[in-house]
Antibody, heavy 120, light 106 residues
């Protein structure tokens, strides 16, 4: 059974860069036809897609975050990562990694989520 | 960017009753619409994709309909475990979620 697990610091200072990694188990990140994405949820609010990456490196980003987001994939370790620069308190959220098909962008597998707080 | 809206924001329903949730897209997404259920402290769960196809393991009391810009999620007879927040998401052009509808016990 495919599982995703997020890891990274739970506390980031304002103006710094948030870095998260998602480890994929029970399957390969190089599986054809799947994108690997990040979605976040601020406390008490709804879901916001951040971006998605294919194992070959092809990426798509939410236009509202594109200028601050860097994503990359590490096929040797079956991981993909997110870097969000110049964070503010508005970036405080639960961050989920997720999988969706390349042809139909609905999320069929979610990580458990990791809470990131931006505070000095 | 496609903007998704949902109504109502909160729906109060008694167990055993029918619940009807609405979702609207700012432009046509064809049938590329998904629904998720999220309970407090839990990860969202895929219920419906392609507007009307139930995901694996989803009970038949959940059904989806619609196309273009207007969509509906119907829960035919609410069970206690169905009280949660429901999000729609268009999957026609990247991913955009609606703000959610909270289904609460009346």
């Amino acid at each position: 059974q495919l599982q995703l697990r997020e890891s990274g610091p739970g506390l980031v200072k304002p103006s710094e860069t948030l870095s998260l990694t998602c480890t994929v188990s029970g399957g390969s990140i190089t599986s054809s036809g799947y994108y690997w994405g990040w979605i976040r949820q601020p406390p008490g609010k709804g879901l916001e897609w951040i971006g998605s990456i294919y194992y070959s490196g092809s990426t798509y980003y939410n236009p509202s975050l594109k200028s601050r987001v860097t994503r990359f994939v590490d096929t040797s370790n079956n991981q993909f990562s997110l870097r969000l620069s110049s964070v503010t308190a508005a970036d405080t959220a639960v961050y989920y990694c997720a999988r969706h098909a390349s042809g139909s962008w609905f999320v069929d597998v979610w990580g458990q989520g990791t809470t990131v707080t931006v505070s000095s | 960017e496609i903007v998704m809206t949902q109504s109502p924001a909160t729906l109060s329903v008694s167990p055993g009753e029918r619940a009807t949730l609405s979702c609207r897209a700012s432009q046509s997404v064809s049938s590329n619409l998904a629904w998720y259920q999220q309970k407090p402290g839990q990860t969202p769960r895929l219920l419906i994709y392609g507007a009307s196809t139930r995901a694996t393991g989803i009970p038949a009391r959940f059904s989806g309909s619609g196309s273009g810009t207007e969509f509906t999620l119907t829960i035919s007879s609410l069970q206690s475990e169905d009280f949660a927040v429901y999000y729609c998401q268009q999957h026609n052009n990247a991913l955009t979620f609606g703000p959610g509808t909270k289904v609460e016990i009346k």
